[in-house]
């Protein structure tokens, strides 16, 4: 499921730098994602790198928009066609 921005949100704009698909941005008040860009990282790390980094918690799963790996990795296809992701790329849902 992609992530989405909490209002505890302190714009501090640490998860921006962070995000491996630009998803991220400035809002007219806080930050947020874009959910057809979040790929909860798959692909590029076994964590998302925005909630990692932010001093606040506010990077949280958004119930709204929940997804497989399979459909994330689609998802990353399309948004990074030129990211090999045959065989052993990073996710979280891998142990």
Known sequence: ??????????????????CPNSAITQGDEIFVIDPEK??????????????????SDACVADPDHQETEQELVTKGKRLNPDKDYSGHYPSKFKS
């Open 38 to 55: 979040c790929t909860e990282c798959v692909g590029f790390f076994d964590e998302e790198q925005c909630t990692s980094v932010c001093p």
């Open 1 to 18: 499921m992609a992530l989405k921005i909490t209002d505890d949100c302190i714009s501090c704009g640490a998860c921006e730098a962070e």
